[in-house]
């Protein structure tokens, strides 16, 4: 995994203590600064979660176990900590859930999710195998956002305009010849990023779970509004239709739950964003995986009485997460 992944993990490996219940086990790298951050955000309740090291899982029972997200290194770390096989996906089910991660899934999911909402709704993406294919596209559009099939922390996303300089054709033909592909799309001018949470029981079914608001520093992850689902769902119907909204969350989860039968039981979050004009981008990028924006959930207030709060995470030496009151919104709910 890149340095900055492995670092997100070692800091933040104590998140899933923020959701689990009484009793359930987190894998942490130092069990003593891990309950001592949760402390910080559930208070007396991270005494009843036991924090475990690699070393320990070995020697224990569990029911389940409910990752971050899976794939192949992580089944290997817990084969060799002891787990049985049997209670990991196999090597079929891993490819499956890595072709779904792919970035040229949000491709085959924006025509069904733009299928006669055109007109309220934008989106444009191109999967090009070719510099030939990338670059008539990019002249195409001019203004483009460049996309790896697979990357993480906003580092495989590229903003360019046409025509691009030398370092950004390296870094396209590598990402070709290493990846297969480049997604090109239109530059879209942004007003209000957001995500519609899912959970998949991975039988065909899927439910909707929320709302997540959040914000971005380039194109990485920053912060989440930590607030009601009318609160949130009174934010974005100043931009887009709740009718629309809806429609949109029917048809995902129509369309995962086919997609994700006998594959994957989990979380995961279609990232979405309101554009310059009011009209809808309805799938920037699917997250098959869990999502700081159900982290945010499982944080969020069931009372509109509550003091929304925004939930923060910023990297100096390391990761931290903080809480802070949010400012007054203006009269666009900003």
Known sequence: MPHIIRQFRHDLSYLPALWAADGDAVLVDDITSARKNAAKWIGDRASKIVFVTIDEVGILQFDMVIPWGWDKSLCRQLLDAGFDEYSLPDDVTLNRIRDMSNRLQTILMMGELRYGLEE??????????TMEELRANLFTFHDCVLKAPWSSSGRGVKYVEAPIDLPMVGWCRNTLERQGG????????????????????????????????????????????????????????????????????????????????NVYAGPFGVDMMVVKGGKLN??????????????????????????????????RNSFKLHKRLCPKRNSRGV
């Open 282 to 315: 309805p799938c920037v990028e699917i997250n098959l995986r869990m999502t700081m924006g159900h982290l945010a959930l499982s944080l969020s207030p069931d009372d509109d009485e509550v003091k929304e709060r925004m939930m923060i995470v910023r990297q």
């Open 120 to 129: 309220y709704t934008v989106g444009e993406p191109h999967y090009c195998t």
């Open 182 to 261: 480049v997604i090109v799309e239109p530059y879209y001018k942004k007003v209000k990023d957001f995500a519609m949470e899912f959970y998949s029981d991975g039988h065909g079914e899927v439910d909707y779970c929320g709302l997540s608001i959040f914000n971005t520093s380039g194109s990485a992850y920053s912060s989440n509004l930590l607030a009601t689902e009318a609160t949130k769902e009174k934010i974005i119907t100043k931009y887009v239709s709740k009718d629309l909204l809806d429609e949109v969350k029917k048809r995902i989860c129509s369309l995962m739950g086919m997609e994700l039968a």
